[in-house]
């Protein structure tokens, strides 16, 4: 009786080790995707224990804000991120799902070959490698640029000139005590590689409504999205709501793009945010990835979008987009093919019909 005991405290033990393990290498699957890759590795019987063992983890202080966070969110029995929907058989037709997400990352590996693809790296090669420092000055000075030369490098390298009222931004340079730089668009001149100026551009079948509803729809879901200028390099972001503390999140769309494009963006942004990239919330409305590395997280966010877009008629440059994150022939081990399909049904499902508000949690005294 004594060995079966020790038994299973090691038991306990490795399964502990294993979801450490799990959430240290960057990985954060949905709660089916974690049962059954438990199950493959311990045996059915750890579908009983699993509950107990992540609430033994969350108590003790071996896990960071960040991971306590995704394992709470796997437990809760209100959130639709649970593992316990998985016990109960709520699965996704996966099928379907990962053709649809092989074929767009299978083309996205061909166009990192093609010519217009390779015109747009070596653009972007172009520039010079700045100081993580002179990058955060940069971006105090504007939150929209993305890329920045000085005058000398604009022209002789891009062919471009400044603007007549061209502002500078100052960065710390070497032998010097400042270096001005300049943003792309207080340039112009030589036309720009096509995919750097469409990066975010959405066309085909058009119906209003879809951008009307997933507006609507995410306001319910207490996230706020805005409509301003950017830069041409930037299509948009997510973030949290620190403006408005009635507002969970916020989301800022480049105020020049068309509709079909503003809801490509806004596709991605929202996927962003409920694939659990920004953090989870009160009410448990997305789960909590923080983990995941910046590769993970963008080739989740695009994939969404492009199922999402492609389901309702539009094409976008998803494969230019993604090919720039795949660097061999599999993805990512901490990219969820459940999340993706689940947030991608979501998004749907709010673009093409009004949703139900969320329900909230009660506060706890």
């Known amino acids: 009786m004594i060995l079966l005991e020790s038994n299973a405290e090691q038991y306990k033990k490795d399964v502990k080790i294993y979801l450490l393990e799990m959430i240290r290498n960057n990985r954060q699957p949905s709660g ?7 199950e493959l590795f311990f045996g059915w019987k750890v579908r009983w224990d699993v509950r107990k063992i992540i609430n033994d983890l969350i108590k003790s202080k071996t896990l960071t804000k960040i991971e306590k966070s995704y394992f709470i969110d796997l437990i809760d029995t209100e959130s639709e991120n ?11 037709d996966k099928k379907n799902l990962k053709s649809t997400l092989d074929n767009l990352l299978g083309e996205g590996q061909r166009y990192r070959k093609s010519t217009e693809f390779l015109e747009m790296i070596e653009f972007m090669g172009k520039f010079r ?11 105090i000075q504007n ?17 471009r000139n400044l603007k007549e009222d061209a502002k500078p931004m100052l960065i710390l340079a070497p032998m010097h005590p400042v270096m001005l730089v300049y943003d792309l668009d207080e340039t112009e001149g030589k036309e720009l590689p096509k995919e750097l100026t469409d990066f975010a551009h959405f066309e085909g079948e ?16 207490l996230i706020r999205i805005d409509f301003k200028k950017h830069s041409s390099t930037s299509a948009g972001f997510a973030t949290l709501d620190r403006e408005n503390l009635s507002n969970k999140m916020r989301i800022s769309i480049h105020n020049k ?8 963006v806004l596709c991605h942004e929202l996927a962003h945010i409920f694939l659990g990239h920004l953090g989870s919330d009160h009410d448990r409305w ?26 309702l ?45 969320p329900k909230r949690k009660k506060q706890s005294n």
């Open 313 to 357: 008629g539009l094409q976008g440059s998803s494969i230019s987009y993604l090919s720039s994150y795949l660097t061999g022939q599999n993805i990512a081990a901490g990219i969820s093919i459940d999340y993706i399909g689940k947030i991608a049904s979501k998004i749907e499902e709010m673009a093409v019909r009004r949703v139900e508000t």
């Open 32 to 38: 089916a995707e974690l049962l059954d890759e438990i």
């Open 206 to 221: 058009w119906r209003p409504s879809l951008l009307t509803n997933l507006i609507q729809n995410a306001n319910k879901y």
């Open 257 to 264: 793009l068309d509709e079909p494009s503003r809801f490509g």
């Open 82 to 92: 649970s593992f316990i929907c998985a016990l109960g058989g709520q699965h996704n």
């Open 143 to 159: 939150p929209h640029c993305t890329f920045y030369a000085t005058q000398y490098d604009w022209l002789n390298r891009f062919e």
């Open 286 to 311: 997305w789960p909590s990835r923080q983990n995941l590395d910046h590769q993970s997280v963008e080739i989740e966010a695009e994939a969404v979008a492009y199922i999402v877009t492609q389901r």
């Open 129 to 139: 490698r700045y100081s993580p420092y002179n990058n955060m000055l940069v971006k």
